[in-house]
């Protein structure tokens, strides 16, 4: 765990020097990086990027937006701060490349801690909070699936994660 955490540490330092102005800068930083350098996969074009997400780093939905921000734009960074936004965030401009500039995929470890993490319990939360801020049409829809959540059924926050990677084409790979 210490050569891990040393890890992290050098790589948190480095990224402290990249110029996120220049693409070309931010590229070498995650080739530097990259734990999964040769991983084969069709990229669009261009040099292929690598994006790690831990599934040990967020404990929530909250927590993993603020993760994937910061994986794909350094500490700190955005990368929508819900479904929608995460869908629009996957089609490029906000960190990731453009699909038809470059080719990019995300690797996903301790993917199966984050199913937990984003199970039932969490898609419950979520959908709880949805009832309290979803236009009154939508209400029916979302306490039908709230019932389901809380029967263990349908859909998880993961699931549905997953799904729009699925739906905007970008590759994913639970480790």
């Known amino acids: 765990m210490d050569a891990c955490r ?78 929608d936004a995460l869908a629009d965030c996957l089609s490029g401009g906000f960190g990731t490349p453009a699909p038809d500039e470059q080719g990019f995929q995300f690797v996903w470890l301790n993917s ?15 959908l709880r909070a949805r009832l309290t801020t979803c236009h009154s049409s939508n209400i029916p829809a979302v306490r039908a699936d709230l019932e389901e959540a809380m029967h263990r059924r349908g859909p998880t926050v993961f699931d549905s994660i997953v799904e729009i990677f699925e739906k905007r084409k970008v590759p994913l790979l639970l480790k």
Do not use: M
């Open 6 to 83: 040393e890890h992290a540490r050098a790589a948190a330092l480095d990224w402290l020097q990249v110029d996120t102005a220049l693409a070309g800068s931010i590229g070498s930083f995650f080739k530097r990086w990259n734990p999964y350098k040769g991983a084969s996969w069709n990229a669009v074009g261009g040099t292929n990027v690598n994006f790690v997400l831990d599934g040990e780093r967020f404990s929530g939905l909250t927590d993993f937006y603020r993760h994937i921000g910061e994986v794909v734009n350094g500490p700190g960074g955005y990368f929508g701060g819900n479904l």
């Open 112 to 126: 199966e801690i984050a199913r937990t993490r984003l199970g039932y319990p969490e898609t419950v939360h979520q």
